[in-house]
T-cell receptor, first 112, second 112 residues
């Protein structure tokens, strides 16, 4: 089983709608969770971090964490064409060599 | 402006040559990291350093070397022993280990 899993997409969402991105992870002891946005040809940019169960909102972005079910999600409200990018989920995996483990990313396309 | 710089942006080398990628940060972060990204794959950790004059191997350290003589700098050398060096190389830093990581703009290395 992969340590951090994401649906690779592509995920197509109409402009103005809600985009929902999901991520599951294997380590029950993980405490830190991050979402990065990566535009084509560019480096990842941190957009959200979440450490406790529940929702965390920042502007149009909401991160949701459920440690019991081992998933973390990112909601993007009022999606804009500029949100079209690959979204990377990252989790600090504590089993064995502690390190920030990245999923392979979900490619999101916002359709005008 | 605080941030992470990587140079050069693009690098072309012939097989059999060693090449050094630069990474500098002025965020006063203790920890620094090197990742490699290949198309369709997640980020893979090459080396990381939590403190000056100390560093640890990541998942794919073979064929790479690093140094951490100054807090601000963490150069990566890609040696001729690295079998598939062509990739997008990303440097990151964090205030401490297990905190959010921030990425530099990356160096795209092509070896022919």
């Amino acid at each position: 089983q992969k340590e951090v899993e994401q649906n690779s997409g592509p995920l197509s969402v109409p402009e103005g709608a809600i985009a929902s991105l999901n991520c599951t992870y294997s380590d029950r002891g993980s405490q830190s969770f991050f979402w990065y946005r990566q535009y084509s040809g560019k480096s990842p940019e941190l957009i959200m971090s979440i450490y406790s169960n529940g929702d965390k909102e920042d502007g149009r972005f909401t991160a949701q964490l459920n440690k019991a079910s081992q998933y973390v999600s990112l909601l993007i409200r009022d999606s804009q064409p500029s949100d079209s990018a690959t979204y990377l989920c990252a989790v600090y995996i504590l089993e064995g060599n502690e390190k920030l483990t990245f999923g392979t990313g979900t490619r999101l396309t916002i359709i005008p | 402006d605080g941030g992470i710089t990587q140079s050069p942006k693009y690098l072309f080398r012939k097989e059999g040559q060693n090449v050094t990628l630069s990474c500098e940060q002025n965020l006063n972060h203790d920890a620094m990291y090197w990742y490699r990204q290949d198309p369709g794959q997640g980020l893979r950790l090459i080396y990381y350093s939590q403190i000056v004059n100390d560093f640890q191997k990541g998942d794919i350290a073979e064929g790479y070397s690093v140094s951490r003589e100054k807090k601000e700098s963490f150069p990566l050398t890609v040696t001729s022993a690295q079998k598939n060096p062509t990739a997008f190389y990303l440097c990151a830093s964090s205030e401490r280990e297990y905190y959010e990581q921030y990425f530099g703009p990356g160096t795209r290395l092509t070896v022919t």
